[in-house]
Nanobody, 124 residues
Framework: QLQLVESGGGLVQPGGSLRLSCAAS????????IGWFRQAPGKEREGVSC????????NYVDSVKGRFTISRDNAKNTVYLQMNSLKPEDTAIYYC?????????????????WGQGTQVTVSS
């Protein structure tokens, strides 16, 4: 059974860092594009970053450029989202999602497989 599990969320002060992990089970990530999304209370789910199956394409929403870095380790079947210089507006539930193929998209509909999410709270 194809499964994605996020981890690494928590409470952090403004300016702090967190590294989110997205671990896959039941399939290998080698052929899958991975997207990171977030959803704050009362807001729509937003695409934060994506990395293509080859790792050759990445993209970031403007609000996180220069602060977040996405990477993948196919040997560990895991994708990471390093988040630095966190701001209160980064507070949300963060989800990873997978879609088979070489692409990079911020559209929810491009990803058929989703994890359950991990809470990130940035507050002093």
């Amino acid at each position: 059974q194809l499964q994605l599990v996020e981890s690494g969320g928590g409470l952090v002060q403004p300016g702090g860092s967190l590294r989110l992990s997205c671990a896959a089970s039941g399939f290998t990530l080698d052929y899958y594009t991975i997207g990171w999304f977030r959803q704050a209370p009362g807001k729509e789910r937003e695409g934060v970053s994506c990395i293509s199956s080859s790792g050759g394409r990445t993209n970031y929403v403007d609000s996180v450029k220069g602060r977040f870095t996405i990477s993948r380790d196919n040997a560990k079947n895991t994708v990471y989202l390093q988040m630095n210089s966190l701001k209160p507006e980064d507070t949300a539930i963060y989800y990873c999602a997978a879609g088979r193929g070489e692409y990079c998209s911020s559209l929810v509909r491009r990803y058929p497989y989703w994890g359950q999410g991990t809470q990130v709270t940035v507050s002093s």
